[in-house]
C-alpha cells in the first residue's frame, strides 16, 4: 500500500496556506514601513549625536543640514526643501562648510521629514544654534501611509529626543 495525500487533503492544505499568506503579507509590509522608518530616525539621531560631540572635541561649530544632492558628493546645504533629500553632517555653519564629516542618502520612496528648521549648527559647548524662523525643534518623520510617525525634537541643551506620534493612518 503506497502513502500519500489525496487530492482532497491537498486542495485544503493550499486554501489553508493561501488564507494565512493573505492575512501575514499585509502585517509584514507595515512591520518593514515601521522598521525602515525607525532606521531613519535613529539614523538622524544618531546624525545629531555626531554633529555635537565633533563640535565639542574640535572647538568650532559643526552643523547638520539638508543636503542639496547628497548621493551625488555635494557639500552644499539646501536653504529650502525636504529633508527627504538627505542631509550632512560638516565643520562649519550652513553658509560655509569647510569639510564633510558624514553625509546621509535621500531616504527611499513614501518617507518624509517636515521640519521648520534648514539646519542645525552646534557650538563649542553642545549647544544648537538652531537656524529658523521659529523656536521649533521638532522634525516629524513619517511614511507613506502615516501609520507609523516621530517626533525627533532637539532641546536648547543639544539633547535629542524621540517621541512615537499617534498614527493617522491609510
Partial sequence: M????TLVELMVT????????????????????????????NEFVAANMLARSEAIKRGSPVTLCRAVNAEA???????????????LVGVGTADNIASVLTRQKALPAGTTVTSTLN???????????????TDSTGFTF????????????VGRSGHVSVATIAAVGC
Fill in 2 to 5: 503506497q502513502g500519500g495525500f
Fill in 14 to 41: 493550499i486554501s489553508i496556506a493561501a488564507i494565512l499568506l493573505a492575512v501575514g503579507i499585509p502585517s509584514m509590509r507595515n512591520m518593514i514601513q515601521q522598521n525602515r522608518l525607525t532606521g531613519n530616525v
Fill in 73 to 87: 558628493g555635494s557639500d552644499t546645504c539646501a536653504a529650502a526643501g525636504d529633508w527627504n533629500t538627505g542631509w
Fill in 119 to 133: 539646519a542645525i549648527t552646534y557650538t563649542s559647548m553642545g549647544q544648537p544654534v538652531l537656524a529658523a524662523a
Fill in 142 to 153: 513619517s511614511n507613506d501611509c502615516k501609520s507609523s510617525r516621530h517626533l525627533v525634537d
